[in-house]
């Protein structure tokens, strides 16, 4: 055990751990990148969160790095959950502290599963409406900014969120919430690291006026710290916005109180089959017009492939080789009004429009459709896989048909398979290229592949990072579509909050081309890769 493991756990309640099989168990995440960390740490509770990040803002006082990164689930698909210095783990940080079912509220560690969140919280009639894998945790939901669906509403994460608790790079705790101007006024009185960064933050939004009103609208690009935008309102001031898709750089979440809602019973699903691109951008644009909620596309790709493992949908029979299948819900409080949008859409659409909807011989095929997906992203050989390289773009309803017919273009020209799937009320697409990331020149195809989806991407007036922020790896790419002015803000906002630069840097726009490549690993992943 090396001299920093030895004094760390003369400090604090929870482990610390230099073991070499144990770091390299840490080392990655579902991205392809792989960074051996010099220690991992499994705090017991907040003051251990403390004592760990003090303990690395005092060494980089004195010119040591040693940089922290919080480690939730591992499920990053962008390297934010790995890094060089002190691996934070929230294993046992897993607490449900409170449930108050009359206010609606829920207080928990940042160390508990979505799955186990939404398990209790359904035992009380009441659901956190999140998307996200099961094992994905409320801290790493939070860095990531998860989509969320708010009834009909689509939202994120930040909207259900009512204050959090936040430790910043210095070891001192801080609350986040939304504050009245008067409060505001009065938190910029204190003398400590709170009243600093409020005053700071302050000062930040006066002087970059021009650069925060140029930024797009923060839950349709999920780069940077977009998020400062919502920051100031006339009525007051709150953080909440900068640290939902911060990905650990600005704080650490150690607990957070979340709003949610009564369960609702289990909605209706419809799918439509669209032949083409147009035909997909028409039924999109009604089922958002008729508040239909979780609307997702299938490329009908996909279907062909997992057919060849065993995995195949009825809803494939009905489709067009080179179509789509848009599978949407209506969950509705009456029944009633769940059908007349049935009725709604039907009449909406041309009479030779197939529409399926959910009943006692199809429901399964509905609940298969995850599986299916599940199977195709995971159907990897030895020197091919299915890579999380650029999930989740955002794309602009209005560009949708150029986009898809520009997407099956460039595959048809480049002899690449790729096989679109998205959420259409987000406007976020996916796509998981095969290429044999253990070759050099599977690497190479792999930049080409980035390098040419991107200026699709760019073309469509889209954004990269339309679901997750950008990470370690996206960051290198998805930086090239903001310009020079709004780089140097984020760079302003990651100072306020880490002036030592000590939480996880070298992701989001810090990054290098150079020093992502040489993270590259070239060895098979690890666990099963979602879609979320």
Same mark, same amino acid.
Not at 118 to 131: F, I, Q, T
Not at 196 to 223: C, G, H, M, Q, T
Not at 247 to 262: A, C, W
């Given at each position: 055990?090396?001299?920093?493991?030895?004094?760390?756990?003369?400090?604090?309640?929870?482990?610390?751990?230099?073991?070499?099989?144990?770091?390299?168990?840490?080392?990655?995440?579902?991205?392809?990148?792989?960074?051996?960390?010099?220690?991992?740490?499994?705090?017991?509770?907040?003051?251990?969160?403390?004592?760990?990040?003090?303990?690395?803002?005092?060494?980089?006082?004195?010119?040591?790095?040693?940089?922290?990164?919080?480690?939730?689930?591992?499920?990053?698909?962008?390297?934010?959950?790995?890094?060089?210095?002190?691996?934070?783990?929230?294993?046992?940080?897993?607490?449900?502290?409170?449930?108050?079912?009359?206010?609606?509220?829920?207080?928990?560690?940042?160390?508990?599963?979505?799955?186990?969140?939404?398990?209790?919280?359904?035992?009380?009639?009441?659901?956190?409406?999140?998307?996200?894998?099961?094992?994905?945790?409320?801290?790493?939901?939070?860095?990531?900014?998860?989509?969320?669906?708010?009834?009909?509403?689509?939202?994120?994460?930040?909207?259900?969120?009512?204050?959090?608790?936040?430790?910043?790079?210095?070891?001192?705790?801080?609350?986040?919430?939304?504050?009245?101007?008067?409060?505001?006024?009065?938190?910029?009185?204190?003398?400590?690291?709170?009243?600093?960064?409020?005053?700071?933050?302050?000062?930040?939004?006066?002087?970059?006026?021009?650069?925060?009103?140029?930024?797009?609208?923060?839950?349709?690009?999920?780069?940077?710290?977009?998020?400062?935008?919502?920051?100031?309102?006339?009525?007051?001031?709150?953080?909440?916005?900068?640290?939902?898709?911060?990905?650990?750089?600005?704080?650490?979440?150690?607990?957070?109180?979340?709003?949610?809602?009564?369960?609702?019973?289990?909605?209706?699903?419809?799918?439509?089959?669209?032949?083409?691109?147009?035909?997909?951008?028409?039924?999109?644009?009604?089922?958002?017009? +008729?508040?239909?909620? $979780?609307? %997702?596309?299938?490329?009908? #790709?996909?279907?062909? *492939?997992?057919? &060849?493992?065993?995995?195949?949908?009825?809803?494939?029979?009905?489709?067009?080789?080179?179509?789509?299948?848009?599978?949407?819900?209506?969950?509705?409080?009456?029944?009633?009004?769940?059908?007349?949008?049935?009725?709604?859409?039907?009449?909406?659409?041309?009479?030779?429009?197939?529409?399926?909807?959910?009943?006692?011989?199809?429901?399964?095929?509905?609940?298969?459709?995850?599986?299916?997906?599940?199977?195709?992203?995971?159907?990897?050989?030895?020197?091919?896989?299915? +890579?999380?390289?650029? $999930?989740? %773009?955002?794309?602009?309803? #209005?560009?949708?048909? *150029?986009?898809? &017919?520009?997407?099956?273009?460039?595959?048809?020209?480049?002899?690449?398979?790729?096989?679109?799937?998205?959420?259409?009320?987000?406007?976020?697409?996916?796509?998981?290229?095969?290429?044999?990331?253990?070759?050099?020149?599977?690497?190479?195809?792999?930049?080409?592949?980035?390098?040419?989806?991107?200026?699709?991407?760019?073309?469509?007036?889209?954004?990269?990072?339309?679901?997750?922020?950008?990470?370690?790896?996206?960051?290198?790419?998805?930086?090239?579509?903001?310009?020079?002015?709004?780089?140097?803000?984020?760079?302003?906002?990651?100072?306020?909050?880490?002036?030592?630069?000590?939480?996880?840097?070298?992701?989001?726009?810090?990054?290098?081309?150079?020093?992502?490549?040489?993270?590259?690993?070239?060895?098979?992943?690890?666990?099963?890769?979602?879609?979320?």
């Amino acid at each position: 055990m090396n001299r920093i493991a030895i004094y760390l756990n003369k400090t604090i309640d929870g482990v610390v751990y230099s073991a070499p099989g144990i770091l390299d168990e840490y080392a990655t995440d579902r991205s392809m990148l792989k960074i051996h960390p010099r220690v991992v740490a499994v705090p017991e509770n907040t003051m251990d969160i403390r004592r760990l990040v003090r303990f690395s803002y005092q060494l980089s006082q004195k010119n040591i790095s040693m940089p922290i990164t919080v480690r939730g689930s591992g499920h990053s698909k962008t390297g934010s959950d790995i890094g060089s210095g002190i691996i934070i783990s929230t294993e046992k940080l897993t607490a449900i502290q409170e449930i108050d079912i009359r206010q609606r509220l829920v207080r928990v560690q940042c160390g508990v599963r979505l799955g186990e969140l939404r398990k209790a919280l359904n035992l009380c009639g009441l659901d956190l409406p999140v998307s996200g894998n099961p094992f994905e945790t409320v801290g790493g939901l939070i860095a990531k900014s998860a989509s969320a669906s708010n009834n009909t509403e689509p939202s994120t994460i930040q909207d259900f969120i009512d204050r959090a608790e936040i430790v910043l790079s210095d070891g001192s705790l801080m609350e986040l919430r939304a504050l009245s101007n008067h409060y505001v006024k009065r938190k910029m009185k204190y003398a400590d690291r709170e009243g600093e960064v409020y005053r700071a933050i302050d000062a930040l939004i006066e002087d970059e006026r021009e650069a925060i009103s140029s930024l797009p609208e923060n839950k349709k690009n999920r780069f940077g710290y977009g998020g400062i935008r919502a920051v100031k309102s006339k009525h007051g001031l709150s953080l909440l916005p900068l640290f939902c898709g911060s990905e650990g750089t600005l704080g650490i979440v150690s607990e957070v109180i979340l709003r949610v809602e009564p369960v609702f019973d289990r909605p209706d699903y419809i799918a439509i089959p669209c032949k083409n691109a147009a035909a997909f951008e028409k039924v999109s644009a009604e089922l958002k017009r +008729l508040r239909f909620t $979780d609307i %997702v596309m299938y490329d009908t #790709e996909l279907f062909n *492939d997992s057919e &060849n493992i065993g995995k195949s949908s009825r809803f494939f029979r009905s489709v067009s080789d080179d179509g789509f299948l848009i599978v949407a819900n209506a969950k509705d409080d009456s029944q009633r009004e769940r059908h007349r949008k049935f009725a709604k859409i039907r009449r909406a659409l041309p009479d030779s429009m197939r529409i399926i909807e959910e009943n006692d011989d199809n429901a399964r095929d509905f609940v298969e459709l995850e599986s299916i997906l599940s199977a195709y992203l995971n159907d990897n050989t030895v020197t091919n896989y299915h +890579l999380p390289l650029v $999930d989740g %773009v955002y794309i602009p309803p #209005e560009h949708q048909k *150029d986009f898809l &017919n520009a997407v099956m273009k460039y595959a048809k020209d480049a002899g690449l398979r790729l096989a679109l799937y998205g959420s259409v009320d987000n406007n976020t697409f996916s796509v998981r290229p095969s290429f044999n990331p253990t070759s050099v020149d599977g690497r190479k195809k792999m930049i080409r592949f980035l390098n040419a989806y991107l200026k699709l991407i760019q073309a469509s007036h889209g954004y990269p990072c339309g679901e997750a922020p950008e990470g370690r790896f996206m960051a290198v790419f998805a930086q090239k579509f903001e310009s020079p002015q709004t780089l140097t803000l984020y760079s302003k906002i990651k100072a306020i909050f880490d002036p030592q630069g000590i939480l996880n840097p070298g992701i989001k726009h810090e990054t290098n081309m150079r020093a992502t490549l040489k993270q590259f690993r070239s060895d098979n992943r690890r666990g099963i890769s979602a879609k979320e």
